[in-house]
């Protein structure tokens, strides 16, 4: 059993920056594809990035590539989710969610979940 735990979110103005950050408390962290999804009101979950286990690659959203970048320290336990240019559709929950070496970017393939960490984006 893996218990995710996000941190990180907030309130930022359009333009602006923050990095989540989901620590893993349990678990062999380092054998689990990472991903970050996120819900906004009204909206469906939807992928966001995630890195794979074990060559580390990354995958993005379309919304989001060349802004937001995923990072994981073994080490640490975390998963980071580097988030630049934010602008008002970036607003949603976010979520971490760890699974096995083959899921790819549907929420069904992952099997832990954090309890998401909220990101506002005002203008």
């Known amino acids: 059993q893996v218990q995710l735990v996000e941190s990180g979110g907030g309130l930022v103005q359009t333009g602006g920056s923050l990095r989540l950050a989901c620590v893993a408390s349990?678990?062999?962290?380092?054998?689990?594809?990472l991903g970050w999804f996120r819900q906004a009101p009204g909206k469906e979950r939807e992928f966001v990035a995630r890195?794979?286990?074990?060559?580390?690659?990354?995958f993005y959203a379309d919304s989001v590539r060349g802004r937001f970048t995923i990072s994981r320290d073994n080490a640490k336990n975390t998963v980071y989710l580097h988030m630049n240019n934010l602008n008002l559709e970036d607003t949603a929950v976010y979520y971490c969610?760890?699974?096995?070496?083959?899921?790819?970017?549907?929420?069904?393939?992952?099997?832990?979940w954090g309890q998401g960490t909220q990101v506002t984006v005002s203008s």
């Open positions: 969610a760890a699974g096995g070496p083959l899921v790819a970017s549907s929420s069904y393939e992952y099997d832990y």
């Open positions: 349990a678990g062999t962290f380092s054998s689990y594809t």
């Open positions: 890195i794979n286990w074990p060559a580390d690659l990354t």
